[in-house]
């Protein structure tokens, strides 16, 4: 099936990588930088070069498109979607790709940052792309395969799809998203519009894996009321809200609750942002645990916490507001145990071992399966996100796109 197609996907991405799509999670627009646009624009032209007729960008950023079914089968209606942001850690701007083709397992150094160096004993993940072509970023930026690998693997379905008539399958939604990585991807997404019945992010890792679980996540913002007064007639009047929520973050636990002491399925307390000044003081903290009542737990320790040491400060205040994030997908898929078979089944199909995994974080498919869209997490091969040091092979992502036609497959199969 696969023998005499060209994949794009390796080419597609190299293009996409090169627009810079950073989102802004201070900002208050939709999207929260225009620049995003730039990359879906180009996206819902491409579409229609391949023959999607109804594909198009709207005001928001998003971008829609179908595959139409060539099925007589009812089959229910896939959509496979990705984000076009790349994450405010490290800068998307000039992203220059470099392809290091026929890895032999060397150290990679970096033309631009000779500091930046890519090894296998940092990066075990390596061992399993020899012989393969590695891409990497030139040591300035990050490379941006989180989640622009997603993105050219449904690009390139699309085209595989369009072009071998003869692989049947329903009806499929492809859905672009914006601003995922500052956790606002859903957040104007019209699902009537869409049509979908079942989705899948392809947003993930290792070639092979599917991530069927999330943290459940809420955020918590503390605000510190003190007492402003002249600094030099301050004695006894002055109370500081910022040497307050300096203490409140020297007392949070050190070898527990936080991202640098937990694995596996312990969450978390993590202060993300302080602002403030004397008189009043902002501290943000996002809260994640596998399990919903978790959240609870870790919240009421937090309040619990500041109140006491508030206590030394009566003619201080605080305030302690719980903003609810996005919950454990998990929840939603149990419910719907074909969503996850069937991906399984397409790893295996792929050639591929399946890894089912767990998320230590949240993804557009998190809140997707909580608006009534089942949408577990499918691999893309992007390795050392978010940093200078990012990675992918371009055959982990012709693999991605290889298990993409297994599922629409197996879907039309099944039906």
Not at 386 to 415: C, G, P, Y
Request: hydrophobic letters at 35%.
């Amino acid at each position: 099936m696969f023998e005499n197609y060209k994949f794009t996907a390796a080419e597609r991405f190299l293009r996409y990588v090169q627009i810079d799509t950073q989102s802004d999670p201070l900002s208050k627009s939709s999207p929260s930088t225009g620049k995003q646009k730039d990359l879906s624009s180009l996206l819902a032209g491409e579409l229609k070069q391949i023959g999607l007729t109804d594909a198009h960008m709207d005001e928001w950023g998003y971008v829609y498109a179908t595959i139409p079914s060539n099925s007589d089968k009812n089959v229910p209606v896939i959509c496979f979607c990705a984000h076009v942001d790349t994450a405010p850690d490290c800068s998307g701007t000039d992203v220059k790709p470099l392809v290091h083709k026929n890895y032999q397992g060397q150290d990679i150094v970096l033309p631009d940052d000779s500091s930046q160096i890519l090894k296998m004993a940092d990066y075990p993940y390596l061992k399993t792309q020899i012989g393969n072509d590695i891409i990497t970023a030139s040591g300035k930026t990050l490379l941006g395969s989180d989640d622009k690998a997603g993105v050219a693997a449904i690009m390139d379905l699309a085209n595989f799809l369009m072009t071998n008539k003869e692989v049947k399958h329903g009806a499929i939604k492809i859905l672009f998203t914006p601003d995922e990585e500052v956790g606002r991807g859903t957040e104007k997404v019209d699902l009537k519009k869409l049509g979908a019945d079942v989705a899948y992010t392809l947003d993930g890792g290792e070639a092979g894996s599917l991530e069927d679980e999330t943290f459940s996540a809420d955020a918590v913002q503390v605000i510190i009321q003190g007492v402003s007064a002249h600094p030099g007639y301050a004695k006894g009047k002055m109370i500081n809200a910022l040497k307050i929520a300096g203490e409140i973050l020297a007392a949070l636990p050190k070898n527990r609750l936080s991202p640098e002491s937990t694995e596996g399925k312990r969450g978390f307390i993590h202060p993300v942002r302080v602002d403030g000044v004397a008189e009043k003081c902002t501290i943000d903290f996002i809260i994640r645990d596998f399990e919903t009542k978790g959240l609870k737990k870790k919240e009421d320790y937090l309040r619990t916490q500041i109140a006491e040491l508030m206590r030394l400060y009566p003619k201080a205040s605080f305030e302690y507001k719980v903003t609810e994030q996005y919950r454990n997908m998990k929840e939603v898929l149990l419910l719907h145990p074909q969503v996850v078979d069937n991906a399984k089944e397409a790893i295996k199909r792929a050639g591929l071992k399946v890894k089912t995994e767990s998320i230590r974080g949240g993804t557009d498919g998190s809140r997707l399966s909580f608006m009534g869209l089942p949408c577990p997490n499918l691999f893309a091969g992007e390795q050392a996100i978010h940093s200078k040091l990012e990675f992918i092979s371009i055959q982990d992502m012709n693999k991605a796109v290889e298990t993409m036609v297994h599922l629409v497959r197996i879907w039309n199969e099944r039906s």
